[in-house]
């Protein structure tokens, strides 16, 4: 009797020892997701307990970074782990590790390019982790802001929403020389007319008459690598897209230097005064994800 309540009490040590590592979640780089022109890499993580039919969210990285510097410096993971959504971190694999948000190829529904690949990662996860496709959502900084744009230009039959912090607008980036930088977007001065702004995502997809992403986006008054102004971009071309009169119908301060502006319930913007172009900071993923459902 002793022997065996030794062996139990040395058994029960070990589950317990063991059970964490077992249930720990990790980032996994996943391979042979599906159709990918451009050559993308995939990290996804999966929490140790996801809910029944977990939402996915597409979280998107800046120039020079990649999936796993994304997931470590970023909320994404952890919230994951609080609400068991499942997150997939694209890495572009390109010279200077930006998105292609520029290419006719990328701006146009299953055109080519970078979105093909994402949406490749996106219908593979709702196949192998019964994600579900009412509650698929896109966000990202700096480039990873400007293809969050794109997603949700180009592909409203998938995306529900999205945030984008220190973006431009959808088609903003766009260049015939095959070239993937655009001086006078980035610096503020391709001003176009709500109308003007929407019809590039309509013509992205002209077969579609289906419902629209909501929007969020953020924007530090201070950005001089993609120009403050592309803000007031974004909010024109998400409004028109929604049908939305661009007169705000309701402001106010989350915090003392955001000024949050709402159209509706379908777009918002957030305003950082003094902020640079790293605008993604501490707190703001929790604020981004519950505008999009996935937080309460």
């Known amino acids: 009797m002793r022997r065996k309540a030794i062996l139990l009490g040395v058994l029960t040590m070990l589950a317990a020892l063991l059970a964490p ?9 996943v391979t042979g997701f599906g159709t990918n022109p451009s050559g993308l890499r995939m990290h996804l993580y999966v929490p140790g307990k996801v809910t029944q039919k977990p939402g996915v969210l597409v979280a998107a990285h800046y120039c020079t970074g990649s999936g796993p510097a994304f997931h470590s410096g970023t909320e994404f993971a952890r919230l994951a782990d609080q609400h068991g959504f499942v997150v997939i971190y694209p890495s572009a694999t390109r010279s200077g590790n930006c998105f292609d948000v520029s290419s ?10 970078d979105p093909v690949g994402i949406v490749s990662m996106v219908k593979y996860v709702l196949q192998h982790h019964n994600g579900d496709p009412n509650r698929v959502y896109a966000t990202g ?6 293809m969050t744009n794109v997603l949700l230009g180009a592909y409203p039959d998938v995306f529900k929403g999205g945030a984008a912090f220190a973006g ?30 929407g019809d590039l995502v309509r013509a992205a997809y002209p077969g579609y008459h289906g419902p629209r992403p909501r929007m969020q986006v953020w924007h530090g008054t201070a950005d001089t690598t993609l120009r403050y102004p592309n803000f007031g971009e974004e ?8 049908g939305l009169s661009t007169t705000p119908t309701s402001t106010d301060h989350p915090k003392p230097e955001w000024t949050r502006i709402r159209y509706g319930t379908q777009v918002e913007g957030i ?26």
């Open 21 to 29: 590592v077992a249930q720990a979640a990790s980032l996994t780089e």
């Open 104 to 113: 006719p190829q990328a701006l146009k529904h299953d055109g080519g390019s």
């Open 141 to 146: 900084s700096s480039s990873g802001a400007m």
């Open 168 to 197: 431009v607008p959808f088609g903003c980036f766009a260049t015939t020389d095959g070239s993937g930088w655009n001086s006078t977007c980035a610096n503020g001065n391709l001003l176009k007319s709500p109308q003007q702004w």
């Open 235 to 242: 909010i024109d071309q998400w409004t028109n897209v929604h």
């Open 271 to 296: 305003s950082m005064a003094g902020t640079g172009h790293n605008a993604l900071g501490a707190g703001m993923a929790a604020s981004a994800l519950k505008f999009l459902g996935l937080v309460p």
